[in-house]
């Protein structure tokens, strides 16, 4: 296989392999840092959530300390209005501060100590939203209460315009504190779980950076040793090569020299022949060209078809891709209704145990009416207007327990309903589901169909390329067979001036043979002083068609005689230049 590989080629191969062993060493190498960044960067991320959560494992505390101080002044009547509007700023502040720890590590985004970047795993994320949100619902819908209270107290009434009770508020403040407690050291619990979990993605990002460090430091070692394997060896190997390969092309050259001193006199029998058989290949061509301009003509009205299917298949494909955009937003609006029913279910559920607090009361009120109606009646005359007064309650009490049945009744209707509009709609986002994977699909049928059919157009604008090249090439290759029935008359001319190249090539290969150290040979030709020398380079003819018209070219006599060198190259793998060097 090598042997018909020129010099110049087999050297570009090794220099090339080396080169490509290099390549291969620099893309690891690159790849390798690239990663050990990434990871370094990774890293950094994480630390910084690390720190987040200490953060708000102290702003949680802080938070602590607050309510209890508060609760502590509320209990020694000590807190005045200035010190309650204080407690109230440092907990709004400390709250601000908490969600936007929160938000960052689950969105990313600012915080108050700088950049804080998002959790990246899913279900580290989904557990830092459920911690927001148990704050949220646990701790500050419980605070917001007691801002009410504390506004009402600044304003010094109620929202009747009545005197608010100190009592009331000291109530709260108390309840407040008690939650806080509760959800405070749970939230700071499972943020050490979350600073824990961080801390493990840490050390695993640092083995990974030590693990990949290592691995770069074996490739590159292993890398350098096979560089400088393979340099040696390619170098040993080429220099074999060649040097084979030069002996081998001095014995092929003595044999070219009598093979082309016979074929010469071949030459100028053929010419004949070659005259005659370019006239018919002239008219063959003439025909050739005629059918390739109909065929031309087909291939024209083809790709305007083409193109034309390919225009429409974008167009359903475009129409596809709205269709599949409005069926998943009627998806997502269906999933939103499904969730606001959940809402209203839930929202039932709490009405209906807040209605059976009601009735409870209610019969509590009726039996302390009872109560009051036979203590009224021991008291005798004095009681008589108490008595009344018992009565209506008791009879306002058997109407709110009436009240709370006949709501009770209409909230279980409600649940069942709201029960079945869950069912139903999520029926409904299944079948929307199934309608947006069928259009989805479609789409991309269409897709593959609008490429396949660009694709064709493309290939059909190649071939009428093509066709049209061939027609040129048909029209020149008519006018070169003319010209070469003119050029194998001169033929035989040239013939004999090629026996004369041909005794000083053997001279030649002579000469060689002896500068590389090899054994004289016997000449088969000795040269000819009286051989005829080549004609002067004004003389030799060269034959240049000219592919412009159609008409028989004019022709030249004259070139230079680099054109009458022999193509050594079907014979031995050397280049042209190369051979002239040796």
């Known amino acids: ?93 400390e709250l601000e501060k908490i969600r936007a720890y929160y938000n960052g590590l689950i969105n990313g985004g600012e915080g ?20 927001l949100s148990t704050y949220n619902d646990n701790f500050v819908k419980s605070f917001e209460s007691l801002q009410d209270a504390i506004n009402k107290k600044l304003k010094k009434t109620d929202e009747g315009g009545q005197n608010l009770n100190p009592a009331d508020l ?70 074999l090569i060649i040097t084979k390969q030069l002996n081998k092309v001095i014995t092929d050259l003595t044999d070219v020299t009598a093979g082309v001193n016979t074929g010469a006199q071949q030459i100028t029998a053929a010419s004949a022949q070659v005259s005659d058989s370019s006239q018919n290949i002239a008219e063959g061509a003439n025909n050739q060209a005629a059918s390739l301009e109909q065929t031309s003509a087909s291939l024209e009205q083809m790709s305007a078809m083409v193109k034309q299917n390919a225009d429409n298949s974008k167009q359903a494909a475009t129409m596809s891709a709205d269709t599949s955009k409005s069926a998943q937003t009627g998806k997502e609006v269906m999933s939103r209704m499904t969730g606001a029913i959940e809402k209203i279910k839930s929202s039932s559920d709490e009405t209906a145990k807040i209605i059976k607090t009601i009735d409870e009361i209610a019969f509590q009120t009726n039996l302390l009416a ?37 709501t009770a009744e209409l909230i279980e209707q409600s649940q069942k309903n709201a029960d079945n509009g869950v069912k139903v709609s999520t029926e409904v986002s299944g079948i929307l589901n199934d309608i947006v994977e069928g259009i ?42 003319e010209a070469t029935a003119s050029a194998s008359e001169e033929l035989s001319a040239q013939a004999v001036e090629l026996s004369d190249y041909v005794n000083r090539l053997e001279e030649a290969v002579i000469s060689t043979k002896a500068l590389i150290g090899g054994k004289n040979t016997t000449s ?46 079907d014979l031995i793998p050397l280049d042209e230049n190369e051979l002239n060097q040796f």
């Not at 400088?228 to 170098?235: F, S, V």
């Not at 009051?372 to 058997?398: D, P, S």
């Not at 030799?540 to 004019?554: C, G, L, R, V």
């Open 112 to 131: 108050a100590n700088g950049m804080i970047f998002k959790i990246l795993d899913s279900e580290l994320n989904n557990y830092t939203k459920s911690l």
């Open 170 to 239: 000291k109530a709260k403040i108390a309840d407040l504190n008690e939650n806080c407690d509760k959800t405070c050291k749970k939230l700071i619990e499972d943020t050490k779980e979350i600073e824990a979990k961080v801390k493990s993605k840490i050390v695993a990002k640092q083995k990974e950076s030590a693990e990949t460090t290592s691995a770069s430091k074996t490739i590159a070692i292993a890398g350098m040793i096979i560089g400088l394997i393979l340099a040696i060896a390619l170098g040993i190997l080429i220099t």
């Open 370 to 406: 009872l109560n009051a109606a036979v203590e009224a009646a021991r008291a005798g005359e004095a009681g008589k207007g108490f008595a009344v007064v018992a009565e209506e309650v008791r009879n306002l009490a058997q109407r709110s327990a009436t009240a709370a049945k006949n």
């Open 440 to 481: 989805q699909k479609v789409g991309l049928l269409i897709n593959e169909v609008s490429t396949a059919t660009d694709e064709q157009s493309h290939g059909l604008d190649e071939i009428n390329k093509a066709v049209a090249e061939l027609d040129k090439v048909t029209q020149g290759n008519a006018s070169n067979a």
């Open 1 to 93: 296989m090598l042997k018909n590989v020129s010099i110049g080629v087999k050297l570009i191969a090794s220099f090339m392999s080396i080169a490509l062993v290099v390549l291969v060493l620099g893309i690891i190498q690159y790849s390798t840092i690239n990663n050990l960044i990434a990871n370094d960067e990774r890293v950094s991320n994480l630390v910084s959530q690390r720190a987040t959560a200490k953060d708000i494992r102290i702003a949680l505390l802080t938070e602590m300390k607050i309510i209890h101080q508060m609760w502590i002044a509320t209990d020694e009547d000590s807190l005045d209005e200035e010190g309650m509007k204080g407690y109230k700023d440092l907990h709004n502040k």
């Open 524 to 569: 088969l030709h000795n040269y000819n002083s009286n051989t005829k020398r080549p004609a002067p380079a004004s003389k030799i003819i060269n034959i240049k068609p000219d592919h412009s018209t159609h008409s028989k070219p004019q022709t030249k006599r004259r070139v230079d005689k680099s054109q009458h060198k022999s193509e050594a190259r």
